[in-house]
């Protein structure tokens, strides 16, 4: 056997990503790397239990579980034997009619099966649909604050991000001026994320429109995040951005995991909105078979549940889930208002999610968004995520899918917090 002294075998393996090299860059921007950091601080000596309000997964409050009708769809899968196999690379196809046809129900046209592709959650669709746009000089529109995963694999594609604001003060409206000044014609697509993560926000008719005719006077088509979809509890109803897809082509990416709370299940899709046909002809459709053709498929029994799980699921229930919400959502900006040093500009209207403003010149010894979050963490033993990791310095978010009286104990420790930290006014 060989030692490491002189003859000794020279390795030919590559070093991990050395700081500032793509892998190392875009891992560091995901919120499971800098909620990571904003858990480590934590003081474990503490007898308290922690409140993670960080993350984007209700599911460990048992308010926020499943139908059992999903329950049931899953059972119903894996007893019948039809589904131990590999599926299709684009999925199984009565889960895609299934989605087809559930997706067609708040469109102007039908979407067929041969529309929609099955992936491994929506973040493997964004990846799926970065990756096949993505060509060398060219760059994609992303909406500040965004998805910080869109920056992930942006970054990862050697695409160029080019970031346009949404404007608090307006709903988080995007700000279109601003994406006419941005592209040009090496852009690929824009971003729209409606209901909105992180900014807890939901786009009316007339703004999406907006949006449309906007992207179809730059000439690119919109990536539509619609994962939130549906999930929206104030005087806007959510409408899908396909609506306008005779004006742009549209992309939608999407999944169970949201609406039927089912985020570990993993099931996404991609839907190609494309009437006109503009998609087809550029052969995008083939080039998303393409690229799913070298990369892994969601497990195919919860493909086989996925009909029965769309079909039995009872109004009753995402009545029930958007009540919960909508509730939760009055109480985190109500108690935000008598803070001081934090302020909301919008109140919630959907998705789970409020972004909160921080004022660090009422705060005393407080750097910035990360530092607040980690001596919050170490003080109160309450996560909430840094707007750093959004796009977004001297923000945070806050998750308010949670029982209420779990979400009061932790506003209350964030108003204990900023008070024991405000500044002494002179």
Not at 193 to 202: A, D, E, K, R
Request: aromatic fraction near 8%; proline fraction near 7%; glycine fraction near 8%.
């Amino acid at each position: 056997m060989e030692g490491n002294g002189a003859g000794a075998t020279r390795w030919h393996i590559s070093r991990p990503s050395a700081p500032g090299g793509p892998l190392a860059d875009a891992g560091s921007m995901s919120i499971r790397a800098v909620l990571g950091r904003v858990f480590s601080s934590v003081d474990a000596s503490r007898a308290r239990p922690v409140l993670s309000f960080g993350s984007g997964d209700p599911t460990a409050c048992a308010s926020f579980g499943p139908p059992p009708e999903a329950d049931d769809a899953v059972v119903d899968a894996l007893r019948s034997g039809k589904y131990n196999g590999y599926s299709p690379t684009v999925g199984v196809l009565p889960a895609r009619r299934a989605v087809a046809e559930y997706l067609s129900r708040d469109l102007p046209y039908q979407l067929s099966p041969d529309d929609i592709y099955l992936t491994s959650g929506c973040c493997q669709a964004i990846e799926v649909m970065i990756s096949v746009l993505a060509r060398p000089g060219s760059n994609i529109l992303l909406p500040k604050p965004g998805f910080p995963l869109y920056e992930s694999r942006t970054m990862f594609s050697n695409l160029e991000a080019r970031h346009f604001n949404l404007i608090p003060e307006q709903g988080w409206e995007a700000d279109l001026e601003a994406v006419e000044a941005l592209a040009d014609e090496n852009t690929i697509a824009m971003v729209i994320i409606n209901p909105s993560n992180p900014c807890g926000s939901v786009y009316s008719h007339d703004h999406l429109a907006k949006i449309a005719e906007t992207a179809r006077k730059l000439g690119i088509i919109i990536i539509a995040d619609e994962v939130y979809d549906h999930l929206a509890f104030g005087n806007k109803p959510f409408i899908p951005m396909g609506v306008f897809a005779d004006i742009v082509p549209v992309i939608t990416v999407g999944s169970i995991s949201k609406r039927w709370l089912v985020p570990g299940w993993r099931l996404g899709w991609i839907a190609t909105c494309d009437p006109n046909g503009i998609l087809k002809e550029a052969k995008v459709d083939k080039s998303i078979e393409s690229y799913i053709n070298i990369t892994n498929d969601p497990a195919t029994f919860i493909q086989g549940a996925v009909p029965q799980i769309i079909a039995n699921t009872k109004e009753d229930y995402f009545n029930k889930i958007l009540n919960l919400l909508r509730n939760s959502a009055d109480l985190c900006y109500g108690k935000i208002q008598e803070i001081r040093g934090i302020t909301c500009p919008h109140k919630p209207e959907g998705s789970m999610f409020v972004m909160v403003k921080l004022d660090l010149s009422c705060l005393d010894g407080m750097q910035d968004d990360l530092d607040f979050c980690c001596k919050l963490a170490k003080e109160e033993s309450v996560i909430v995520l840094p707007g750093c990791a959004l796009g977004m310095k001297d923000w945070i978010r806050i998750t308010f899918a949670s029982d209420v009286p779990t979400l009061e104990n932790a506003l209350e420790r964030i108003k204990s917090f900023c008070q024991r930290h405000a500044k002494v006014e002179a």
